[in-house]
């Protein structure tokens, strides 16, 4: 029987504490995003003008020549204006991206409770969290994703303290 996600309380308990996140909304088959998912309006996009906008494609590798601090301005205006940005030309092999998708998918795979030993505040180590939200206790509206946040300092701390399914 599915958990019901009716009351702010039950649904921070599932996505947050029980560790099932968005995709373990998303799995549940919903009809309809909880209240709890849905912005104010006057804190949404405006779609009017966000239409206009074009995702900007950055070439990093014009990073290393005369163009440094018209790129990094690009980037600056993209962040801060639209939230997000494409980039090309940054010269990461497709092999290590598929390797990446591949480690994502397997970390998100795992039951629940096995993911919510990362969780954000509880993790083992101070190198992974897992969370949903970033501050979901505080939030008036939660994000609708999950994530999994891993700081590298060198091979050796990240073959200790990241999850197996992502080394």
């Known amino acids: 029987m599915a958990p019901s996600l009716d009351d702010d309380n039950s649904l921070f308990n599932f996505v947050v504490q029980d560790g099932y996140g968005v ?3 998303a799995d549940l088959g919903l009809s309809k995003v909880p209240a709890r998912y849905i912005q104010q309006q006057k804190e949404r996009i405006d779609k009017k003008n966000a239409r206009m906008c074009m995702l900007p494609a950055i070439d990093l ?3 290393e020549g005369d163009e440094h601090d018209r790129v ?3 980037i600056t205006r993209a962040a801060e ?11 990461v092999p497709v092999k290590l991206l598929e ?3 591949d480690a994502v998918n397997l970390f998100f795979g795992q039951a629940p409770e096995e993911k919510a030993v990362y969780r954000k505040g509880l993790s083992p180590s101070p190198l992974v969290q897992y969370g ?5 206790e505080k939030e008036k509206a939660l994000e609708w994703k999950d994530y999994v946040s ?4 060198n091979d050796a701390e990240a073959l200790q303290h990241w999850p197996k399914e992502c080394k």
Do not use: C, D, R, W
């Open 72 to 74: 990094v301005e690009e």
């Open 99 to 101: 390797k990446l998708k």
């Open 23 to 25: 995709k373990g909304m």
């Open 61 to 63: 590798l014009k990073l």
């Open 132 to 136: 949903t939200s970033f501050a979901p």
């Open 81 to 91: 204006t639209l939230g997000f940005f494409q980039v090309v030309n940054h010269s």
């Open 150 to 153: 891993m700081i590298y300092t």
